[in-house]
């Protein structure tokens, strides 16, 4: 069974910097895609960045430029670098983890909040 563990969230102001980790209890590069999605009171969850096994990136267009995605192979762990933070970008963040095995395999983390005052 895989285990995805978020950390790093909490409180900042506007226009600060927070970066949320996710270690895997497996090697993360063995995934075929990774990634944070968020979800807001009251509002559907939506993806942010996607990272796949190749490198390739993908980023909702509120976030391109001042958030990065990316993974350390060496410590399994998946990481949302999130800079000049907007009371917008308020949610609970959690990482997925993507395998195709026989069928297509999604893991979530438990989810980190992550809070922005204006």
């Known amino acids: 069974q895989v285990q995805l563990v978020e950390s790093g969230g909490g409180l900042v102001q506007a226009g600060g910097s927070l970066r949320l980790s996710c270690a895997a209890s497996r090697p993360i590069f063995t995934f075929n895609s990774v990634g944070w999605y968020r979800q807001a009171p009251g509002k559907q969850r939506e993806l942010v960045a996607t990272l796949t096994s190749s490198s390739l990136t993908n980023y909702a267009d509120s976030v391109k430029g001042r958030f990065t995605i990316s993974r350390d192979n060496a410590k399994n762990t998946l990481y949302l670098q999130m800079n000049s933070l907007k009371a917008d970008d308020t949610a609970g963040y959690c990482c997925?983890?993507?395998?195709?095995?026989?069928?297509?395999?999604?893991?979530w983390g438990q989810g980190a909040q992550v809070t922005v005052s204006s």
């Open positions: 997925k983890a993507k395998l195709f095995t026989w069928g297509v395999e999604d893991y």
